[in-house]
């Protein structure tokens, strides 16, 4: 099984940027779909790109696209989502998942393994 631990969340401005990371750890990463989904207080856990085992296919949420690029290394154990032109809607806690089945799924709970979450808070 995959251990995920997330990291690089932070206060930013609004129209700033961050970058946060998911390392990877204790079976053969590229094994593995990844994605990233959100959680605003109050509200479900939402999708909001995923990468394929490769790399070579990835996909957004509408409200993300132009913005967020997801990007992951193989070598490294790492995926990445890096976050510009950041939204007060943006503001969420941030969880890094993983998944071995052949279809991307944008469902949460069709993702089997998960990280902690790291929060994003974007002030005016």
């Known amino acids: 099984q995959v251990q995920l631990v997330e990291s690089g969340g932070g206060l930013a401005q609004a129209g700033g940027s961050l970058i946060i990371s998911c390392a990877a750890s204790?079976?053969?990463?590229?094994?593995?779909?990844m994605a990233w989904f959100r959680q605003a207080p109050g509200k479900e856990r939402k999708f909001v790109a995923s990468v394929s085992r490769n790399g070579a296919s990835t996909e957004y949420v509408d409200s993300v696209k132009g913005r967020f690029t997801i990007s992951r290394d193989n070598a490294k154990n790492m995926v990445y989502l890096q976050v510009d032109n950041l939204e007060i809607e943006d503001t969420a806690v941030y969880y890094c998942a993983a998944d071995t089945t052949i279809l991307i799924s944008r469902r949460a709970n069709a993702w089997d393994f998960w990280g902690q979450g790291t929060q994003v808070t974007v002030s005016s």
């Open positions: 204790g079976d053969t990463f590229k094994n593995y779909n």
